[in-house]
């Protein structure tokens, strides 16, 4: 899910899953209130990118 958040700028760090001792990423980030987003780490570790995203949740009518 999302959260709400006001508009501002969040720092965000994304951290190795084994130890949690390497900050892989560490970004700032210019949010907007009332847009989606998703935050993705491209690659490895030694070359990790931070990769943000707008997002559109809303239902997508199908073809039953």
Do not use: M
């Amino acid at each position: 899910g999302y959260v709400s958040v006001p508009s501002a700028t969040y720092n965000v760090k994304v951290t190795d899953s084994a130890t949690q001792g390497i900050i892989a990423i560490d970004a700032d980030l210019d949010l907007d209130a009332g847009t989606f987003y998703s935050v993705i780490a491209l690659d490895n570790l030694a070359n990790i990118t931070p990769v943000i995203a707008t997002d559109d949740p809303r239902r997508v009518a199908t073809e039953a």
